[in-house]
Each structure stands twice: as structure tokens, then as C-alpha cells.
């Protein structure tokens, strides 16, 4: 019997963005829940009635009322919200309801501290927007108040907009730079790789679709053959060849380094360094 069967309600999301949005879409088009399963809340009625008529899903501005009608509430609201919510939410939050977060730089002893108790069930998540298109990774983390076969419900729920990982807590600053954050790197570089071919006299939508299939054809080739990245790298570069001439240009300029001092930077400011 799942979470949702043995007790009744619905799953929640408070705060009803782009991020909580994705989430919920998949999870519907899934079949893991049906819209009439759902119940989002958010400050924006324009927001709420968007996604009201676009997916059939229940809405409200009271976040009360989604904690109260919920066993599962998904916290998706910015970081810097967190605290005013919490304090909302937090009297009426019962210790047999699952509590997922989704914001970076949220420690699970820091969550527990905020809702004033040491007994809830507090899941820390870190998604990342490929779960748009379903295609999203999420870092998970429980607290040790949440049972094995509450940890494979939830990662059932995530698992309706891509895969997901169980790591330690200690990992999740650094899960924030490799997939929470990367994709907008992964943009950057099809863009740039784009207004080359543009500038070699492609038709700029051309070259979108080119740039973004050879990304995503490569990464698809990273996961589903087991080959480390450099051995794919080598398949590609013949001697005296053309790839080998641009992988020199990226090594003289520094792309690997960029990317180190990149995702370094962003772990730090996950950290609040």
C-alpha cells in the first residue's frame, strides 16, 4: 500500500515554479499520480490558474491548506523563502508525512531545526531542469527517521522526470555543480558552438539542432556504453585530423580548467563559502 493509499491525501508542492512545475508533469504524464492526486500552492493566482486549466491539478494560495491535505509535501520554494515558509507550515506538520526539499544549501539538521522537531521524515533533493523533458537526475538524501521502503517511494515519485541517485549529505553541494547547475554550462557551450556554424554559414536553427544532438548523442553514448569519456574522445580523433586540431585549440584555451574553476566556484557558493 503506498504513502498515498494508506493515508488518504494527496502529494503537495508548495510553491508552484518552473522547477515544481516540471516535477509535477512528469510525474503525471508518468501515471505515478493523476492530476487529481495533486495539490500545488503558491503567492501568484495568475501562476496558480496556469497551471489549474493547463493540468487539472488542484490549486490553492494557502499553503496550510496543501500541508493539511498532503502525505507527501515537496518544498519547492527558493532558498531564501524557506525560513518565512517553514514557519507557516511547520505547526501543522505530522511526523508520519514525508517533507522533500528541493533547495541547495539546505542541510538536513538545519531543515529539522526549522520545523523545531528532530522526528520528522526530511528528504534533501536536488533536481535539475532536464526534468522538463523527463530527462532530469536527482540527488537524493534521507534523514534517519525515513524507512527503506519510504526512500524507494520517494525515488518512485522523482523517478517520474529521470533517474535518481541515493548519496551522503556530504556529496550534495557538489551533486548542486555537476547536474543542478550544469545545464546552463551545457547551454553555453551549444551556443557557442552554434554561432560557429553560423558563422561558417548555417542557418542558426540548423545549427541549434546539429549542436544539440551531437551533446546529446554523446552523452547518451557516455552512458550506455560504459566507455570512459577519453576513450570515446579518442574514437573521434584521428591523427592529423580535424577534431585533433579543435581539441588543441580547446586545450590551449583552457576549457578544461574553465570548467574545473567553474564547478569549483559553484560548489563554494552551494557551500556559502
Known amino acids: 500500500m503506498s504513502i ?4 488518504g491525501k494527496k502529494l503537495g508542492f508548495i510553491g508552484a515554479g518552473n522547477m515544481a512545475t516540471a516535477m509535477m508533469s512528469g510525474i503525471v504524464s508518468g501515471g505515478i499520480f493523476g492530476a487529481d492526486e495533486i495539490i500545488m500552492s503558491d503567492v501568484s493566482g495568475d501562476r496558480l490558474t496556469f497551471i489549474r ?9 494557502d499553503n496550510v491548506e496543501t500541508v493539511k ?3 507527501v509535501i515537496i518544498l519547492a520554494v527558493k532558498p531564501q523563502y524557506y525560513t518565512q515558509v517553514i514557519k507557516e507550515i511547520a505547526p501543522f506538520v505530522a511526523d508520519d508525512q514525508l517533507i522533500i526539499t528541493i533547495a541547495p544549501g539546505q542541510t538536513l539538521a538545519s531543515l529539522a531545526d526549522r ?3 528532530g522526528s520528522l521524515k526530511i528528504i534533501r533533493t536536488m533536481p535539475n531542469t532536464p526534468a522538463m523533458v523527463g530527462a532530469g537526475i536527482t ?16 525515488q ?8 535518481t541517485e541515493v548519496i551522503s549529505e556530504n ?5 548542486v555543480s555537476v547536474s543542478g547547475s550544469s545545464p546552463a554550462y551545457v547551454f553555453m557551450f551549444i551556443e557557442a558552438m552554434a554561432d560557429a556554424a553560423v558563422a561558417d554559414g548555417m542557418p542558426r536553427a540548423q545549427a541549434y539542432r546539429f549542436a544539440a544532438q ?6 547518451k553514448m557516455v552512458l550506455e556504453t560504459g566507455k570512459h569519456p577519453a576513450e570515446l574522445k579518442d574514437m573521434v580523433c584521428s591523427p592529423a585530423g580535424t577534431t585533433i586540431e579543435a581539441v588543441r585549440v580547446l586545450e590551449e584555451k583552457g576549457m578544461r580548467s574553465a570548467v574545473f574553476e567553474a564547478m569549483k566556484a559553484c560548489t563554494n557558493k552551494a557551500k556559502g563559502i
Open 139 to 154: 540527488a537524493v538524501t534521507p534523514n534517519a527517521n525515513v524507512t527503506d521502503d519510504e526512500l524507494k517511494y520517494v
Open 156 to 163: 518512485k515519485i522523482l523517478g517520474g522526470f529521470g533517474i
Open 214 to 219: 551531437a551533446v546529446m548523442g554523446s552523452a
Open 53 to 61: 486549466e493547463k493540468y487539472g491539478v488542484e490549486t490553492t494560495s
Open 69 to 71: 491535505n498532503s502525505a
Open 171 to 175: 556529496l550534495m553541494d557538489a551533486v
Open 4 to 7: 498515498i493509499e494508506r493515508f
Open 115 to 117: 520545523f523545531g522537531s
